[in-house]
């Protein structure tokens, strides 16, 4: 049995460096293992479970959430977000830097990619901030730091990928993202208000004054994406409805509010339909890859020997999730993060659960883990995102995003500590 371990293992990474696609890897390494190890009928096997792959109802949620996002990005989302916050962040410490932060925790939550979140929020404030005096470094490592909510505050891809691929509840991983988002993005704020408390240099004085009829002008502004975020989420949280519904709600939502600042034009639309059938076809991929590997996995008994052998270590949950994490952390260095859930769900999901964590935790922790991974190089994708708008080298983006890498590191050793924090909102839902 460990020889066929290290053969699967052995044909991933010689199909991962060859720069083969990591759906076409995922089921080519499944078909093989299958006809080295088992006498079965591999294609007949191979049609059936990518039918039922690609038709899960589940999935219906994905290319409607994209949608949404792609739709609210061709929108003047990023310059109504930022006339919303500024009343009210100018004279908080730390000033209108706090607009990164709360912009992309807004955006977040209409959106289901962190990539996204980065580039719609990041084209209008570093633009302002830079014209501001603020500093360079601070204002380019909070828009990749924060950047990486996009995958936490729910709708999140990520979490529809995991909920496809273990069967979990998506709406339960949806409720279950919330407090963590909320913590993640209070944490980025008071490292920001600290360092401007710290380092006067580092955060200019705002000269402009805001009247409480400015700032209440600037909820105008913030409205129709509040709104959204309110009919989406809330629908899901009574139970008026399910996240295809949801999904399908934001993208008429995304279409009044393009409706409404005149940005429905038949290109955008165009552009944010093609981008949402690569997105989508790009990941539906991936899944039917991942979910055909998982079940050869299973065939060849690989999950079991894997949990008896981390079992034989001895290193207890809390051992085991440190493990995971600093694993997770060097292949986040490598590759993007639906293909770290794609390539490992099949080996760590059983492991961990059979541990003793909740699916749910686990999926929370596994998306914060591949948060990670967006502003670690050399393949950070909101660090290619935040080079793209400033021109800087990536090796000083993540310098400048280190701080908040490191405080979602922290944030995975409080919810191990106290896993009620994302499991109790759920249960509390849905018990």
Excluded at 273 to 289: D, K, Q
Aim: with cysteine.
């Amino acid at each position: 049995m460990g020889s066929t371990m290290l053969v699967v293992a052995a044909l991933l990474v010689a199909t991962l460096s060859a720069g083969v696609w990591i759906g076409v890897a995922l089921v080519a390494v499944g078909i093989l293992s299958l006809e080295l190890f088992r006498s079965m009928p591999v294609a007949k096997f191979l049609a059936q479970d990518f039918w039922t792959s690609m038709t899960s109802p589940e999935l219906i949620a994905l290319p409607l959430f994209v949608l949404m996002g792609e739709i609210l990005f061709h929108t003047k989302l990023s310059e109504n977000l930022f006339r919303g916050m500024a009343p009210w962040t100018n004279r908080l410490p730390g000033g209108l830097m706090h607009v990164n932060v709360l912009g992309c925790t807004l955006f977040a939550a209409a959106s289901g990619s962190s990539v996204a979140t980065t580039a719609t929020v990041g084209r209008i404030t570093l633009k302002e901030l830079g014209a501001r005096g603020y500093d360079r470094d601070l204002a380019m490592g909070s828009l990749a730091g924060a950047g990486t909510l996009g995958i936490l505050i729910p709708p999140s891809i990520p979490m529809i990928v995991y909920g496809v691929l273990t069967g979990v509840s998506i709406l339960q991983l949806f409720v279950a993202g919330i407090v963590p988002g909320l913590l993640l993005a209070a944490s980025y704020m008071i490292y920001i208000g600290a360092r401007a408390v710290l380092r006067h240099e580092a955060i200019p004085g705002e000269d402009r004054h805001y009247s409480m009829r400015d700032r209440i002008a600037g909820l105008v502004y913030l409205m129709p994406t509040v709104l959204l975020i309110a009919f989406v989420i809330g629908s899901m949280y009574a139970g008026f409805a399910g996240p295809s519904e949801a999904a399908a709600v934001g993208v008429l939502g995304a279409l009044i509010i393009a409706a409404g600042d005149r940005s429905l034009a038949f290109s955008n639309l165009r552009q944010a339909a093609l981008a949402t059938v690569r997105t989508s076809s790009m990941i539906g991929f991936i899944l039917a890859g991942a979910l055909f590997l998982s079940k050869a996995m299973t065939f060849l008994g690989l999950p079991a020997m894997a949990a008896t052998g981390i079992a034989g270590l001895g290193l207890g949950p809390y051992g085991l999730i440190a493990i995971l994490l600093i694993f997770y952390i060097i292949l986040g260095m490598f590759l993007d993060g639906l293909s770290i859930i794609a390539l490992t769900l099949p080996i760590t999901f059983p492991v961990v659960i059979g541990a003793g964590f909740d699916p749910v935790w686990f999926g929370i922790f596994l998306v914060i883990v591949i948060e990670m991974s967006a502003v670690t190089p050399p393949v950070g994708f909101n660090l290619f995102v935040v080079q793209a708008m400033t021109g800087e080298t990536v090796a000083r983006i993540a310098r400048a995003a280190l701080p908040f890498f490191l405080l979602m590191v922290l944030l995975v050793g409080f919810l191990t500590a106290f896993p009620g924090v994302v499991t109790f909102l759920p249960r509390l839902a849905y018990s």
